[in-house]
DNA sequence: ATGGCGGGTTGGACCCGA
């Protein structure tokens, strides 16, 4: 069983380049971010005939987001019932006996705006959820674009990026008592390569000179990560034409 | 220090991402 994770930054222009990589790397479920598109214009066909089946929590310009699986998707829910937003980051799903939780973790922006706090307060609800859906279900797998880096080992410059949005504390405390909760990283399950990083900046020719950061992340509950046997960052996508900024992340679960 | 790239929008300067 394969879960992986992709911020696609609008699936309208990154739908082939998600068809060739799902052909190369059929992975059980794929969790899309940013695919900037509404549900009535998502390509549920052409992602059918590559044999996924989608669903979907839609919207115009920003955010959206979906999951695609080969296996049988049920118990949908679009958004965080704790939390009234009315930007489309979560879409969760159940297939067998794994809880699928897709998320597109605000940006943020920076310290003291707007968007920071709305970040915070997005984070702490996010984090009242995930307990709840945790005690629901403990085969739990939550897949996303978190926009932060967790330590300094995944930032390629932390002493430039201090002080911003991505690394501060509050937003590495928020992923804490998100691991707190019993949730493992799966990327630091295992020796990983000095520069794991999954974003990287379309400017300063950011990706050629791997300044990156590692924000996109797939927590696993306890009974998920002991059946973990090796995360990995896809970096190639990266390198192709027109690409997302970020890269896919995949997890692989054995029985 | 700023903006740099790329995607989107009801039409082309501006918002947003990270």
């Known amino acids: 069983m394969k879960l992986a994770t992709w911020n696609v930054n609008s699936l309208r222009v990154r739908l082939p380049q998600v068809l060739d990589w799902l052909k190369a790397h059929p992975v059980d479920v794929l969790c899309l971010q940013e695919t900037k598109i509404t549900d009535d214009r998502f390509p549920f066909m052409e992602l059918a005939a590559a044999g996924y089946e989608a669903v979907t929590a839609g919207q115009k310009t920003y955010n959206g987001v979906a999951i695609l699986s080969r296996h049988p998707l049920s118990d949908v829910v679009r958004n965080n019932p704790l939390y009234v937003d009315d930007q489309q980051r979560i879409i969760a799903a159940t297939l067998s006996d794994i809880r699928v939780i897709c998320a597109y973790v605000p940006n943020g922006q920076a310290p003291a705006t707007e968007k920071y706090a709305y970040k915070l307060a997005w984070l702490s609800a996010f984090h009242d959820w995930v307990e709840q859906e ?33 690394v501060s504390p509050p937003e590495r405390d928020a992923f804490s008592r998100l691991t707190a909760l019993g949730l493992k990283d799966a990327y630091r399950l295992f020796e990983q390569p000095e520069s794991g990083y999954s974003w990287w900046d379309y400017r300063q020719a950011a990706f050629r000179r791997d300044m990156g950061l590692r924000i996109d992340h797939i927590l696993l509950s306890e009974a998920l990560s002991k059946q ?22 995949i997890a692989e679960l054995k029985p």
């Open 134 to 166: 945790k005690h629901q279900h403990p085969r739990l797998a939550i897949l996303g674009d978190y926009n932060i880096a967790p330590e300094n080992r995944d930032v390629h410059d932390p002493a430039a990026w201090e002080g911003h949005a991505l």
């Open 228 to 249: 973990c046997t090796g995360c990995t960052i896809d970096r190639e996508p990266r390198s192709w034409a027109q690409p997302s900024d970020h890269a896919p992340v």
